[in-house]
């Protein structure tokens, strides 16, 4: 028979206190457990329900849904279209999520240089083009372009946000640079030069009063839409030409090129103040190619 070791040192001690301790913590111990567990019991509820809350509360991934709108032709010569819900309540959400923590002054390009300026006094925010989000609605944009864009070395650009508060304007300005741009390491498109061939401009937010979009050299026979609230969306400005009211959802496109690529003056616009609120967009800039 195999003789039975016993523990030593240490080993011996823990063993003793064991000993010792185990009908002390039996005795009274073991009823305060007992009588804790109905309210252990009754936490679990709540804490499965602020899990759930948890992840019901954490974005959810973006989906690209089939979507429709409806166009209006403003103009033909330049041509303007106006788009009714470009823009679906949830591309909204997930766009202004993008681009929410890169709002910095808008810049102008004068003189060969991006910069400040006082014409310009709004905030604007580059959205990443691998966003599902912006990929479903540059997808749409290059749709609505047709042949517009040779796809084999045209771009639709990189898309950007951009915020008006109170106060806030953009003097009137065109969108197309007077001489083709020389060709940047990391452009997606192919050719030595480009220039911005149209525009889309998509609204997001439209709590605000002021903050039209005025066309000074495009005129209409095409009477004034309403919205559901029978306000108007665009109106003959005193200036001369129209302004367009934010509306969210809807956007306006021109055509900033005459055929041989030159820039048309008549495209001028600007983003008048806005008395009160806030007014977010979206820009997007198709870029032809040359060379």
Not at 64 to 73: G, Q, R, S, V
Not at 143 to 160: A, E, K, N, V, Y
Not at 201 to 212: H, K, P, R, S, Y
Not at 230 to 238: A, E, G, N, S, V
Request: hydrophobic share 35%.
């Amino acid at each position: 028979m195999a003789p039975i070791s016993r523990p030593k040192g240490a080993a011996a001690l823990v063993v003793t206190i064991v000993a010792i301790t185990a009908p002390i913590l039996y005795q009274f111990v073991l009823p305060y457990l007992i009588n804790l567990l109905p309210h252990l019991s009754s936490l679990s509820p709540s804490i499965m329900r602020i899990s759930r809350n948890v992840i019901d509360n954490s974005p959810s991934p973006f989906t690209c849904l089939p979507h429709t709108y409806k166009t209006e032709i403003i103009s033909l010569d330049p041509l303007l279209i106006y788009i009714d819900s470009f823009l679906a309540p949830a591309e909204i959400t997930a766009l202004i999520e993008a681009g929410e923590p890169e709002f910095t002054p808008s810049r102008v390009y004068k003189r060969g240089l991006n910069q400040g300026s006082s014409d310009r006094t709004s905030s604007s925010a580059g959205l990443p083009r691998d966003n599902p989000a912006v990929q479903c609605v540059l997808a749409r944009a290059e749709s609505f372009l047709g042949t517009m864009l040779d796809h084999s070395r045209d771009d639709i650009g990189p898309p950007q946000l951009v915020r008006y508060t109170a106060g806030q304007r953009f003097n009137r300005h065109h969108d197309w640079y007077k001489t083709p741009q020389p060709v940047r390491r990391g452009m997606l498109g192919r050719g030595k030069t480009w220039n911005r061939i149209a525009s889309f401009f998509a609204i997001l937010q439209d709590q605000c009063t002021g903050g039209e979009t005025w066309f000074p050299f495009v005129n209409t026979t095409v009477p004034s839409k309403t919205d559901k609230n029978r306000r108007q969306l665009w109106r003959k400005h005193d200036e001369g030409g129209l302004a367009f009211r934010p509306v969210a959802g809807n956007a306006l496109f021109w055509v900033n090129l005459f055929a041989n690529g030159t820039g048309d003056e008549r495209t001028n616009h600007a983003g008048l103040p806005l008395d009160d609120g806030l007014k977010t967009a979206m820009n997007i800039w198709p870029r032809k190619f040359y060379g």
